[in-house]
């Protein structure tokens, strides 16, 4: 997925001579299957990754409080009324992130249903006509002119706004930054391309891109993203920092999936079970309080539609595809129809997450070859669904209408479950049904009960054909895609036609079946369980179904897991993004920190009052983002030997970087007062993480001066003994949310350095350490525990 | 509520001496706002709560995975069979939970609804013949005996199943272990005492004792619980540790939940929100298994009961109160009667648990004096319960049946929505409606919709005000109670009567104001958010509820929270169960866990290889459960002075007892190899925790030979600085479920001991510290971040 080599060599030369030595790899062998670094006895990480199409730097995130002295201060001077600002700050934010989010998705549901709505209007006017051919060109060349424009703009303008952008978010909250990735012009390019590519009829859907959608907002709420576009509003100055970032986009991300399907608490659960990383009881709250917003924004322009004003927009509700209506009656003997729909799904998800790997990684090898190939890739797509679309149905019989249908029976409108098409009057086409519609009405149409004859057996065989291969190779190109409609309109294709090959055996409705199945590929992709479970209950309203939905959700997510991981982490491998997993794999407990810090080039320390020279040099020759400072010959408390080494605490790059820039140097060697420090910079600067030490100019006197490190220096890093066994520095490193951990040694004996090592994510990867030591990987076997 | 002093003493002789000479307290004074403890400069912990109705000694549990030779040696041993037959297990464990939870839960119903509905049967058929005194003798007689029966098992037999539990099943999953909580003996109590107490129409529930029977279920079934009546199966042996049962435990409380309210997700999310600390997806995944499996068990017998075989079992189906026939219209304006429902019921809900502290602080007094009291403070209420049901009813005026309602109106069965009573025929009373049935049928009659004028103003204030009373004063005595039950009846009057007060201004169904109102009280006492959402829906049925239902429980929440802390926690405070929560305080910055080791007794540190007798003197003369294993003179590797000092690691008391009980001495001071520690040890014997040092006899001789502690050792124990702050160690401590954390030191210098002390949960508690540094109280008032 890289776009030209250059750009791969402008990502590359931001590293140091540090890094020099190590053996060139390429990028492009990013994969799962591929081993990403030459074996050697050097724990190497590899601070790249594929974000959004390209190879970027990526970086980790400061979830850690950095308890320096100006911090201390601050936090100690915060007052009442300051505090409470904070938290009423917190809620508008959240509330707001909710609103945004909501005002957005209704604007794209009315733009996409308005674009489509009309488009399909004309297409079935032309038919009506017998103009066919007519009807052909009008119908490709339209959503071959809005493929183009999604595409174009995600090509030329926001790569990053391309593919569903959810495994981004994971990997943030997991504590990854990826640039350019929640900026304002991803934002903006997201929503016109999700608006270009539903409404060109490709087999995606806007449930990913609004889930990003939410999380753009967030982060440029918290004024994260890009620092060319970045809000810098001065009331909100005490957001400017990974943690509330971080608990923003989980409220965001909870408010694109609450918008997305009008579920709520869906939206919170998803977040909770799928995105987050760290969760706590507070921001449970207050997510929901964001999903809440929205809900109320979009019942509000329910109510304004449900009057006329928006268009095409139609009169729907709350609920998405609602099957209340059906009568559940189910006994014992239903267990088996919904144990195989469940096995089913959960091959065919896994069998899903196995091809889509493949042509992911197929899509890698044409998008890299330049803009052009993506854009071809994208329009191919485009003009194959097209055709499809409109020539499959001819292939289907028409069917007579029954008088026993409560709805109209043939329609020519927008919508409707009977689409007369190429048919007589009185007569009905029923793959034109599910074709020549939005995705959004298909799934209406084919979830839809007590219509048991509705659909004929071969084209529903037609549409779920259609959609697996649709489904497998529209996802990879360059136009904001989502995951979910896909997998449900296959999956909800597969339970009909199980519904109908079970024939008379059971009493459950075809409708139901589609809804199973629909929901059985999902889990059986993604993974999900509980989550998945109120989201289809949010959607189909119908509460009687939620213990066969349970009982499928479980069997097929248990089948899938025993092929392959879910389709997230598949693309999270894929991307090269360091995902911290919250189980330690087994073999990690057969080793220490201590070996891993072996495996590693010496720490690089500092003194507790550096040399400024020394400061730069070390800026300038490693990439390292923390330092452990030192203070010599200091002596302690009591009776001790003189001599003693200190570990002051860490201090970060950015914090070296900002003391550079602000020329905070002394003419001695000296400790400064508290006062002095406070007087040169403020907290809300240090939060600042711009500023590389390329831009920073000191001149050769100034580089004989001193730094005094103490005050700037977070004086409470989490540290490990160096016998700790990795499987729990690991547990500690995730669970407490750490950028890095020192090593410090287990004896205790004069002269010797009080940190031995430092450990960031990447040295705790598994595939990293097993690079490093691959006599470990023949215990592998062994189970996580 | 200590049963009589012998038994406080009894409790408190487990101390040894080095705390006799703290100052002797009074174990009653436990509570919110009296002092625990004198204020003194030294850290002292207490590790008494109330558990049940007596002072306990209480212990912490060992989350955390104990590193030495003998895990990492069977560790590395297991075979992928093991692995799979752990992973089964694990399954099938929690299958099986589901499985007993929802057959007794199902028993419980039936055997409520049996024992009630004859009881009510047998009234109205006295009534029926204008024979009312012999009704109110035969009533109030039958709720004696059943409330007699309840409280005397529970008084007599298991203390600890008086109440709901859930408090403790919070804090046993925080890490604090209750004697007696979740044993065989408390098991059958709550079972039966549950199904007297409900049968005897107290106003308590039985879905909080359905959580605990849940959890006890599961720890039985994970080995734990009182060692005398403790499972012992070989093939289950694996699971006996802390961790794995701390996750049955979870998927007990989720099932429990889930079998109360017959609802799946609601359960998973009240475990999730409410009572568990530690989550994984992981987790999520198996619990969610443990309640459909209870879903399947209750669809079942609700199979085998609509054919008629349960008594008076009812045909109701898998919602327990169905409000999905009325039509949810509402506006823009309807925001306002919402928002006064949330705002009243948050008030509502602080009030109570403000009330209810008070009251369970008075019953605390009386149930202090023994068994008697108790069992006659329990008769009591039951009687003046049984009189204000049967007598308040005649206060009621008679109404007249409306022929618009499309139930049977009057009615004398045991249901039914129309009570006839005192009436004559074509009259119902409608505070027999709700007096004069089972605590469900109120709910169900109270949330009836299309209904407005079915019962007077007056009948519902005269409900409401009973309903207050009784709440506030059955929740304290004796027998096994629920709070949900309780709030849901006063929330839904209250919500009721605002419906009515509201008239004409809204156009939403009374029956829906009860809803809104029991959900506006609940959050407004219990303070939880999504799974209360959750369980109302699932509850009702009524998915177009939900936006209404999420912005009055967010209202109600935000109110009460700024009153008082939740029920739950005021019962944790008051029984003095040292819950550690999630948030450190924010003077916890200016404290290093330094100056907590100052204020502490030294640290007892064992040898790698000690002497017998000093081990038995540490034993004896101290409570600690770990102590650092420090070896001496050490060579470290490279270049440094000989003479250092090495942390081993910590190894726990119950270790030290078995070596001791196994006689694993030596004659001369030296390491041992590893087999033989493997021949005298295996890692399934170190997991019991049972064994008293007092207990064990060691002759002189054996006292002047040395054992060997490396191989015991958790070679990994989680270490922090000395310089750390507080609130830093405190997020460790929590997150990653410590019981033990080593402070060493932040100078490397030679002769330093390599621990400079050590801290558990009661250290790391606000309350504790405070007492020890009252000048940090006075910057209390900053915020939690």
Redesign the interface.
Known sequence: MVEDSSQMEKATSAHTEAEAHEEERDPESNSLHQPLLKRSRTLSSNPLALVGAKVSHIESLDYE?N?NDLF?HD??R?S?VQ?LQ??FLKWTLACLVGLLTGLIATLINLAIENIAGYKLLAVVNLIEKDRYIAGFFYFTGINFLLTLSASVLCVCFAPTAAGPGIPEIKAYLNGVDTPNMFGARTLIVKIIGSIGAVSAGLDLGKEGPLVHIGSCIASLLGQGGPDNYRIKWGWIRYFNNDRDRRDLITCGASSGVCAAFRA??GG??FS??EVATW????L??RT??S??VV??VL??FI?ICNSGKCGLFGTG???MFDV?NVTVRY??MDVIPVTIIGIIGGVLGSLYNHFLHKILRLYNLINQKGKIHKLLLSLSVSLFTSVCLYCLPFLAKCKACDPSFTETCPTNGRSGNFKQFNCPDGYYNDLATLLLTTNDDAVRNIFSSNTPSEFHITSLLIFFALYCILGLFTFGIAVPSGLFLPIILMGSAYGRLLGIAMGSYTKIDQGLYAVLGAASLMAGSMRM??SL??IF??LT?N??L??MT??VL?IA?TVGDSFNPSIYEIILELKGLPFLD??PE?WM??LTVGELADAKPPVITLSGIEKVSRIVEVLKNTTHNGFPVIDDG?V?PTG??I?????H?LILRAHLVQALKKKWFLQEKRRTEEWEVREKFTWVELAEREGKIEGVAVTSDEMEMYIDLHPLTN??P????E???V??AL??FR??GLRHMLI???????????VVGILTRQDLRAYNILTAFPHLAK?R???K?
Chains 1, 2 share one sequence.
Do not use: D
């Not at 969760?279 to 507070?282: C, D, E, H, L, Q």
């Not at 001599?643 to 570990?647: D, I, Q, R, V």
């Open positions: 409080i308890e201390k936090w100690r915060r009442k505090v904070y938290i709520p608490v919170v659960l909770l079970e969760w706590r009881s507070a449970l709250w929901f309080f999903t809440a809900v109320v019942r509000a109510e509700g709350l609920i209340s006994h014992v369980t509980v479970c109120v209950l949010e309203n509460l009687l939620l213990p349970m009982i479980l997510k919250a189980n087994p407990r057969n200091v302690p001790l030997a001599g003693a080494t200190e570990l605490g004086t409470t989490y540290t490990v003994m016998s700790m066994s499987a729990k547990v500690l669970q407490v410090v040694p287990k004896y205790e004996a004069a002269g010797a350095s009080p215990s076997g062994a189970e525990h």
